[in-house]
């Protein structure tokens, strides 16, 4: 599939990027000309494209030394120039009844989601220093309703969503755009015990109007446009890319 080139000369940071979601938004952002700084726990982020159009750094998004590491890196590979484009797609989730949970499960789930998104985000504004830019949070329908033993993914992520409003009211008047995407059901390898279990699948597949799952590289898509220059009047929105699955009430189960 043709891409725009709308991003060509630009670089773009991508947290997450090693697999799944984030390393189709690597890939996506390269076909639309981007250079891309790849950052993840995970050092396989390396395999996505050359070192002239892709610069890998191996940490943990929490880490205030990841942060400084990814600008660092996207200015080398930009001869300079800051990075325009930033993509948060780190997961953490750690599924747990609510009455249950430890406390350090629930904080690390909001520190990967939402503290750590907040300061790439700064970051990104400071290094633009007026530049225009665009922001994507990958946020989730679990922002929207809730499901049993999800009680802090679904508060961080809601929460993303709040700061994805601010940062796009806060910085609007400065040319940084920021948005979501909230992705339906995506299989990857983590979430490979739900889409090979028959029964998990056909109950996901029933809460999809378009009756399958999306793939990594729809996303990666919706993420595309929300960083190009289609998306030039796109701020402070969530962009559900899920089948319509949010989009139903139970009661169509019944129909
Ligand atoms: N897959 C889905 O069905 C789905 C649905 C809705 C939302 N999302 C969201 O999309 C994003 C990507 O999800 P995915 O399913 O592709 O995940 P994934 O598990 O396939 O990949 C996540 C990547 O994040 C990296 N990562 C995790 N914690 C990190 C940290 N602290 N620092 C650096 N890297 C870290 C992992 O190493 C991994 O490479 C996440 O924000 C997730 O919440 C996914």
Not at 89 to 103: I, N, R, T
Not at 143 to 164: C, E, H, R
Request: net charge negative; charged share 20%.
């Amino acid at each position: 599939m043709s891409r725009p080139q709308d991003l060509a000369g630009r670089t773009a940071i991508v947290t997450g990027a090693a697999q799944g979601i984030g390393a189709a938004v690597t890939g996506e952002l390269l076909a639309r000309g981007a250079r891309v700084v790849a950052v993840d726990l995970a050092a396989e982020a390396g395999a996505l494209g050359g070192p002239e159009r892709v610069a890998v750094v191996r940490g943990d998004v929490t880490d205030p030394a990841t942060v400084a590491a990814a600008f660092a890196a996207a200015g080398a590979l930009g001869g300079g120039d800051p990075p325009s484009v930033l993509v948060q797609a780190a997961y953490a989730g750690a599924p747990a009844p609510l009455d249950g949970q430890q406390d350090e499960d629930w904080e690390r789930v909001l520190q990967v989601v939402l503290s750590a998104a907040r300061r790439f985000d700064t970051a990104f504004v400071r290094a633009l220093d007026g530049r225009p830019g665009a922001i994507v949070h990958l946020a989730s329908p679990h922002a929207f309703g809730a499901v049993p033993g999800f009680a802090a993914y679904a508060a961080a992520k809601a929460a993303l969503l709040a700061l994805t409003r601010a940062a796009a009211v806060e910085w609007g008047p400065r040319g940084v755009r920021c948005n979501a995407v909230a992705p339906g059901f995506v299989p990857v390898e983590r979430n490979r015990h739900v889409w090979t279990d028959p029964e998990l699948s056909a109950a996901m597949l029933r809460a999809s109007p378009l009756g399958r799952f999306g793939s990594a590289a729809e996303v990666a898509r919706a993420v595309g446009f929300l960083a190009g220059e289609d998306a030039s009047f796109v701020n402070g929105t969530c962009l559900a890319v899920d089948g319509g699955m949010t989009a139903m009430l139970p009661e169509a189960l019944l129909r």
